[in-house]
Nanobody, 128 residues
Framework: LQLVESGGELVRPGGSLRLSCAAS????????IGWFRQAPGKEREGVSC????????KNSESVEGRFTITRDRAKNMVYLQMNRLKPEDTAVYYC??????????????????????WGQGTQVTVSS
C-alpha cells in the first residue's frame, strides 16, 4: 500500500487548506486512516483519524471544530479539511494506514506497529 499526500502550502492565519491522501496498492475502505503532523523539534502527533469506511472519526483537542477528515471511497482517497488555521498548525502532515485489527475506535497515537504505511508528508506553513 502506497500513500501520497498533497495540498500543503503557505497560508495566512485564519485561512483554510484541504490536504489529500491518495492510495495505491490497496483499498482504504478496509482500514483506519490517520492524519498526523510533526513540527520542527517536536514529536509526531495525531490530528484526526477515521474508522474503516468512515463510520466514525476522532480529532485531537487542538484541532477539534476546525479540522475534518473525510473519505472519497470511489477515488480511494482521504482528505483533511483544515479551517481557521493557526501558526501552531505549521508542520509536515502525514497520512497513515492502520493495518492492525480494528478495535472499535481509531487511534491518534502514531504507533508504527499499528500504522504500518505512511506517506512522505506535505508541508503546511501558517504565517502572515
Amino acid at each position: 500500500l502506497q500513500l501520497v499526500e498533497s495540498g500543503g502550502e503557505l497560508v495566512r492565519p485564519g485561512g483554510s487548506l484541504r490536504l489529500s491522501c491518495a492510495a495505491s496498492g490497496g483499498t482504504l475502505d478496509y482500514y483506519v486512516i490517520g492524519w498526523f503532523r510533526q513540527a520542527p523539534g517536536k514529536e509526531r502527533e495525531g490530528v484526526s483519524c477515521s474508522s474503516p469506511v468512515g463510520v466514525s472519526t476522532k480529532n485531537s483537542e487542538s484541532v477539534e471544530g476546525r479540522f475534518t477528515i473525510t473519505r472519497d471511497r470511489a477515488k480511494n482517497m482521504v482528505y483533511l479539511q483544515m479551517n481557521r488555521l493557526k501558526p501552531e498548525d505549521t508542520a509536515v502532515y502525514y497520512c497513515a494506514v492502520d493495518t492492525a485489527p480494528f478495535t472499535g475506535i481509531c487511534s491518534l497515537v502514531p504507533n508504527v506497529g499499528r500504522y504500518a504505511h505512511w506517506g512522505q508528508g506535505t508541508q503546511v506553513t501558517v504565517s502572515s
